[in-house]
């Protein structure tokens, strides 16, 4: 049986040449699990390149380099280690991620043979031989300019994207608006997303924000900003926000995210806000949700399409699913202003919303059946204030 | 706005010979989920049969009666009622699981309209209005047999079937390895499964088995087990299990579930358990999981074919990705008896098996590496002891 325990028997018997080459490193299983988990993100499993299916790993001054691509995201983190090597190998990201899972023990040694043909990961008793892929046609990690436009925590960040994302659009018909629109000015950042059937808007003043006096703004993958979302969320270290003319990147720790940016003009949003409003409610955001969400059991069509009715006190849902049947709830409002309204819009919309906020409360403002409904934290006077605009628009139902 | 208030209004008002025939009873709400979310499982979403796509409700002496089949499989449950009323209805499952999760208020009122066609439910502000299907075209649910043969805690009914319907056949080529073999035997009951590459065999003796003396066993829908065993599972209450020639019935409180038995002759499984064994080794169950776990990454095809070697107090596991690369891990046996043995088997194969164990160690048992490896409790002296046995096929690797 030729197992993996006698294959590194021979090669470490035979002879002095081929011992002196081989180089390994010790790490850290928690490590080196933890950065393999962050850049294995970028890499596609379905990339229809080989090298691409890889994790670049190599030795470096400030400890084991970690690569991951697709070409559009770009994700490096550095591992530090108990001592050093010089190898540069690119090992199937599908394996090593299920591999670094699974080390028995704390301590892990990476060895690699004179020629970085193949990689030897060993922790306790257990030894994995991995092939290596040709580290020299791995792409170039981007280049990431000196001065970074805005610094902020990455709770603070998490939190502005998880409420803005969701509104992007999934479908790639129109590339800009499966991207996030972020805009600088002054230090105001706003993070704005649209699919043409809701649109976000998140905005906030920070301490940190150092972008150039004129740009026009910048398009952001939604993918990106979910994936830097995910490595720095609940992290109180500071995320450095870097920009060039098509390319945006991230930096936290050890971490740097790089990603190209979208290509075109994001619509003016600006344009779709209505001005004023004839009804504007208040109501408990967690009471709201799980009325939508009970309703909407009946809710017409696959978005599950609601009619909100307000009449005194009382905000009124109901739905019609044909054939099936009918259903209704209501809320009591917290307050009502303006005069009775009406609209019917898709419950999925307004879930997602209500999931996303925080606040306690959420003003509904409505402008007619025919106009989109526009939810704002309480108590905002303008459409300029609040640090929070959603809108949806509405759907005509037969009545 | 024709919603569902006025409507209810305008029956309420259309005069004394209508609202007289109107039925309703008043329920508790999580204890018409649980029985909503107990028959549901019988129900098949895709049924080309539109009537077997709902729950049949009726009023009765007992409570609320919910039934669902897809004629396989039928569970019939009761749920209590605070008041009586008459009605006899066919709601889509679908639609009732979602509302009945989602009810806002403890008590739960269930109206029915003079000719069985428009349920309303309601409960706090929440009303909904559901079209019911001719409850005439339900099927009846099947007759139980006045004695049961078996009596047994949902505990270890659970255990049983848990522990024996993995290794069912999935693929319907064999419809008899689709099902668990039950035997009677005295006091003594067996579960056998096998899908042909692997074998479970369960037995215990029980105080209340009152099974005919002549029966050649039951295979029971593996299906129809694991929907029993989610039903019963952690109950202390007593399950008692009825058979006829061609249904069983288990009946567990207020829930009875009934199923076809598959025709057919169930395998001589005896013949493949080896009667000696040239190696048997001692092992601690979770160590050698979690070994086996991580070697399997590297097992050879969407099997994870591995190969276990056992030499002096080691047991050593390997396995070869072609063109990946390889791993091995060791475990150090608790004890081992015979000569030194080997076997490649399908790991998945094995992971079943020792996440189905309870047992803290276990003992594999080889009979060469062409023969099925066993594995059994610890301390087992002949093939007819212990309370549980499984069987795995070896697979031939090229060394």
Redesign the interface.
């Known amino acids: 049986?030729?197992?993996?325990?006698d294959?590194s028997r021979q090669s470490l018997d035979s002879g002095d040449v081929t011992t002196a080459k081989r180089s390994s490193i010790s790490c850290d299983r928690e490590l080196l699990a933890k950065g393999v988990g962050i850049v294995q993100r970028a890499v596609s499993a379905r990339s229809t390149l080989p090298i691409l299916q890889g994790v670049l790993i190599e030795t470096s001054n400030q400890g084991l380099r970690l690569i991951g691509t697709d070409l559009e995201l770009s994700i490096e983190a550095y591992v530090p280690v108990m001592s050093t090597g010089d190898f540069q190998v690119v090992l199937?990201a599908k394996?090593l991620t299920?591999?670094v899972r699974?080390?028995?023990a704390r301590e892990v040694i990476i060895t690699c043979d004179s020629e970085n043909r193949?990689v030897t990961i060993s922790s306790?008793?257990?030894?994995?031989?991995?092939?290596s892929m040709e580290a020299r046609e791995y792409p170039l990690f981007p280049e990431v300019p000196d001065i970074p436009w805005w610094k902020v925590s990455g709770k603070n960040l998490t939190d502005f994207v998880r409420q803005t994302v969701f509104c992007a659009a999934t479908e790639e018909t129109r590339p800009f608006l499966t991207g996030v629109f972020m805009s600088f000015e002054g230090d105001e950042v706003r993070l704005v997303s649209t699919d043409s059937f809701r649109l976000a808007l998140r905005k906030s003043s920070f301490d940190n924000v150092n972008s150039p006096k004129q740009n026009k703004g910048l398009i952001i993958p939604a993918r990106t900003l979910s994936e830097v979302a995910r490595i720095v969320q609940g992290s109180d270290n500071e995320v450095e926000v870097y920009a060039s003319e098509n390319q945006i990147a991230f930096k936290c720790q050890e971490t740097t995210i790089v990603s190209r940016l979208i290509e075109g003009q994001f619509p003016n949003y600006d344009r779709v806000i209505p001005q004023q409003y004839s009804t504007v409610i208040t109501v408990k955001r967690v009471a709201l949700q799980?009325?939508v969400?009970?309703?909407a059991?009946?809710g017409k069509d696959e978005f599950g399409t609601i009619?909100l009715?307000t009449d005194n006190d009382l905000l009124?849902i109901?739905a019609n699913?044909p054939?099936?049947?009918?259903?209704?709830?209501?809320v009591t409002t917290v307050s009502m202003s303006g005069e009775p309204g009406?609209i019917a819009l898709r419950s999925r919309y307004l879930m997602d919303i209500l999931k996303a906020v925080d606040d306690d409360e959420v003003s509904l403002r409505l402008t007619g059946s025919l106009s989109p409904v526009v939810i704002t934290q309480v108590g905002v006077e303008s459409k300029d204030s609040g640090s929070f605009l959603y809108l949806i628009m509405p759907v005509t139902l037969n009545?």
Chains 1, 2 share one sequence.
């Open positions: 049986m030729n197992n993996v325990e294959n199937p394996y299920e591999i699974r080390l028995p193949v306790g008793k257990a030894i994995y031989e991995i092939n799980e009325t969400d009970r309703v059991i009946m009619r009715t009124t109901s699913a054939e099936v049947g009918k259903a209704q709830d209501q009406e009545a």
